[in-house]
């Protein structure tokens, strides 16, 4: 199964050769962070990528609307950063 994305880099991960290329989650995403690429799939289909993870809140709208469900989105958690040294 080839992945556009790794897990731990990105917040979305698209099953790009399962993709049919509707394009509803590229036009629905709010932030404007995933694409069509150029590259065509074992299907014969164009497939969505992540164009801007750095834009991506993780919000599911991509997920939500993809008929296919072959997107999965991870929300990541910040972790608080301890400030000073307790002995």
Do not use: Q, R
């Not at 991960?13 to 404007?32: A, F, H, N, R, V």
Request: hydrophobic share 30%; with cysteine.
């Amino acid at each position: 199964m080839k992945k556009n994305n790794k897990k731990l880099d990105f917040p979305v991960i698209i099953d790009t050769e399962k993709c049919k290329g509707c394009e509803l989650c590229i036009y629905y995403c709010p932030k404007k962070c995933l694409g069509k690429s150029e590259e065509i799939n074992k299907l014969g289909y164009t497939y969505a990528v992540l164009t801007k993870p750095e834009e991506c809140n993780s919000c599911g709208t991509c997920y939500i609307m993809c008929p296919e469900y072959i997107i999965t989105v991870f929300k990541f958690e910040k972790t608080p950063v301890a400030v000073g040294n307790k002995k």
